[in-house]
């Protein structure tokens, strides 16, 4: 985490109940984060989280089998981020983190096939 050219340093201030996580940014300042043990992700967990999470947070699925998530309506009223290792990493270059979206498979397609050509070019 500690590598991510947007975190500057991590502190761990969980509570005997959740994994929380202060993430410090070089951009946009810190997040709060939650690891949610959570096989599948509901609004339900979503709503029963953690209260120390505010505003501009983000809550990751730890669990790399585990899937689901927030409903966009929940996690744009609340503004506190939800989604897998790799979804939270791209969101940690946003000021909005909440508000980031996982390019599709087309997409990184796309960029990969660009970013060959550049390289054969160079």
Not at 26 to 35: D, E, I, N, P
Not at 80 to 109: C, H
Request: glycine share 8%; proline share 2%.
């Amino acid at each position: 985490m500690l590598e991510h050219n947007s975190v500057i340093s991590i502190e761990d201030v969980s509570t005997d109940e959740y994994f929380l996580y202060l993430v410090r940014r070089s951009k946009y300042g810190h997040a709060l984060v939650w690891l949610s043990d959570a096989y599948l992700f509901t609004d339900m967990d979503y709503i029963n989280r953690p209260a120390q999470l505010k505003c501009g947070d983000y809550i990751v699925i730890a669990k790399p089998e585990g899937g689901g998530g927030a409903s966009t309506e929940l996690i744009q009223s609340a503004a506190i981020g939800v989604g897998k290792l790799a979804d939270f990493m791209g969101a940690l270059n946003k000021r909005d983190m909440w508000t980031y979206v996982a390019p599709s498979w087309e997409e990184r397609q796309e960029r990969k096939k660009r970013f060959e050509a550049k390289r054969r070019q160079s």
